[in-house]
C-alpha cells in the first residue's frame, strides 16, 4: 500500500463529531490544510473521546502505518489518546490540549478534579502540551506520566470548555503535522 500516515483528532467529554467544537475546527484545518494533508498517503481521522479504541486500533494497525499522530483535548487526551496508542504498532506522536484523567469507574471519576497522573504509553512522544490552570472545583489538565519522551506543558489563559479553540493549540497541531508529514 505504500507509506501512510494517520493523524487521529480526539475530541472531550459532551463533544459529538457534528458539533461545531474547537477539535472538529482543528480536524478540518489538518483535512483541508493546503499543501498538508491534500495527499494519498495521509488519513485524518476525527473520533469522540469514548469511541471503541481496539476496534479503531485494529482498523489503524490493518493499514500498517508507518507513523501515527494524535491531537487530543480533555477526555480524548486523558482516556481516548492513551486507550488507542496502548494499542498501536506504530509510533506516536501527539499533541495534547488540557487532557484530564478519566477514571475507568463511577466511583472514580471525582479525580477528574485532582491532578491525577495520566499514564501515557510508552509508544508516543508527546510533541506539545497544553493545559490552563483553574480553580479546584474547575476542570483542567493533568500531569502526565511514562511514554518515550514527554514535552514540558504550556499555560495557556483559556476556560477549560474554550482551551480547544485556542489559536496556540491548533496552531502547534498544524506545525507538528507538517513536521510529522514531512512537508
Known amino acids: ?17 457534528h458539533q461545531n467544537t474547537g477539535t472538529r475546527q482543528l480536524w478540518h484545518k489538518l483535512l483541508w490544510e493546503r499543501d498538508l494533508c491534500a495527499t494519498k ?3 485524518v481521522y476525527l473520533r469522540e473521546w469514548n469511541t471503541d479504541w ?4 485494529k482498523e489503524i494497525n490493518d493499514l500498517e502505518p508507518t507513523e501515527v499522530m494524535v491531537c487530543a483535548y480533555s477526555w480524548g487526551g486523558g482516556f481516548g489518546m492513551p486507550q488507542l496508542c496502548k494499542r498501536l504498532v506504530a ?21 477528574a478534579f485532582c491532578d491525577w497522573k495520566i499514564n501515557v504509553p510508552e509508544n508516543v512522544d508527546v ?6 490552570e483553574a480553580k479546584w472545583y474547575q476542570l483542567d489538565g493533568d500531569p502526565l506520566k511514562g511514554g518515550n ?5 504550556t499555560i495557556l489563559d483559556y476556560t477549560h470548555n474554550g482551551i480547544d479553540e485556542s489559536h496556540e493549540y491548533h496552531k502547534a497541531a498544524v506545525i507538528a503535522a507538517k513536521h510529522f508529514l514531512g512537508k
Open 54 to 57: 481496539r476496534e479503531f486500533a
Open 1 to 17: 500500500m505504500g507509506t501512510v500516515k494517520v493523524i487521529v483528532c480526539i475530541s472531550g467529554f459532551t463533544q459529538k463529531n
Open 149 to 153: 519522551s514527554l514535552c514540558e506543558p
Open 41 to 43: 498517503d495521509a488519513l
Open 127 to 132: 510533541v506539545a502540551h497544553f493545559i490552563q
Open 91 to 111: 509510533p506516536v506522536t501527539c499533541v495534547l490540549c488540557d487532557p484530564v484523567y478519566r477514571s475507568k469507574t463511577l466511583f472514580g471519576r471525582w479525580a
